[in-house]
């Protein structure tokens, strides 16, 4: 089966890393030749380091996963014998709305149109195409190459068949999916993200605790038991299970939750505070930058390394 990815930015590159990793024939669609000739140098170049240093996904070498990406700038032609095509255009609903139109034309009843939107909601993407039934959303977490959860999310139209496709698909080349029974704005990574973003503000913005503080709190905190396990399981654990957590701590969760303050405004005094320390800690300069993000990703992979192991055992 052919799997295909439209436009060869950052997540389309990633996504193709991703299925062929797991022995998929992928083909990258994009405008402009010069685009996808980048799109491959970057991602041969990518593989080679991630074999060098033992982190490379699935079965096969770099160059057999390499050898099952090819490239199209012709979208009949990048579309034809697809069973799954993953949109991956920038965030930009006219855009997107766009592309799917021109694919509702030309594709069969049998291949999956999926969206690698983190916020457009399905309703606003596919309502109105003759393939609805066909649509989804499959949002993955940046970066999908060492972050695995991928939310799978409906239109109201999508057909349950779609769904379990999509998520079975998902499951098959080593991604976590997850799936949303209906659409809601933010989806489920977003909502969490912005719930903890938000009360992170306040704190740092009522001078509670310092921006690098802060991230201590979940770095060397919260965030060491999520890594593993999720904020249910980890009430289950933290007494006698959930009905034994809710009797001892109800209360003093609500006396906490009453004392939070309205959704910040991301701007002026609070922002500038925030942006000083961050910036104190990694200037903001594509050098500085792109050294971090790399640091972050190799401790992504030994994480990723790390999970795989412990659930073995």
């Not at 797991?22 to 669609?29: A, I, P, R, T, W």
């Not at 999926?114 to 940046?142: M, R, Y």
């Not at 998520?167 to 912005?194: C, D, H, T, W």
């Amino acid at each position: 089966a052919d799997i295909y990815f439209l436009f060869s930015g950052l997540i389309g590159r990633s996504w193709a890393m991703v299925f062929a990793a797991g022995g998929f024939k992928v083909k990258l669609y994009d405008i402009a030749q010069p685009q996808l000739t980048g799109a491959l140098e970057s991602i041969r170049k990518q593989m080679k380091e991630l074999e060098k240093s033992g982190f490379l996904k699935g079965a096969l070498s770099a160059e057999q996963q390499l050898a099952l990406i090819s490239v199209c700038t012709d979208l009949k032609a990048a579309v034809e014998g697809a069973t799954f095509i993953q949109e991956c255009t920038p965030e930009k609903l006219e855009l997107k709305k766009k592309i799917f139109s021109q694919l509702d034309l030309i594709v069969g009843d049998n291949v999956i149109l999926s969206s690698s939107t983190s916020c457009l909601l399905p309703s606003k993407l596919f309502t109105g195409l003759k393939h609805v039934k066909q649509c989804i959303v499959s949002h993955p977490v940046n970066p999908p190459y060492f972050v695995p959860l991928v939310e799978i999310v409906p239109h109201p139209e999508t057909d349950r068949s779609t769904v379990e496709k999509t998520y079975a698909l998902m499951k098959k080349i080593g991604q976590s999916p997850v799936k949303l029974n209906r659409e809601i704005e933010g989806f489920a990574l977003n909502r969490l993200q912005y719930a903890v973003i938000s009360e992170a503000w306040r704190l740092v913005g009522e001078g509670v605790i310092s921006p690098t503080d802060l991230d201590l709190v979940m770095s060397d905190g919260l965030g060491m038991r999520y890594a593993f396990i999720g904020p249910l399981e980890t009430m289950h654990l933290n007494a006698e299970g959930i009905s034994n957590y809710c009797e001892r701590y109800d209360e003093g969760m609500r006396l906490v939750l009453n004392t939070f303050g309205p959704v910040p405004e991301f701007s002026g005094e609070i922002e500038r505070k925030i942006s000083q320390a961050m910036s104190e800690k990694i200037p903001v300069v594509p050098k500085d930058l792109d050294a971090r993000r790399k640091w972050r990703d190799e401790c992504l992979t030994g994480l990723a390394k790390l999970k795989k192991q412990m659930k073995s055992d």
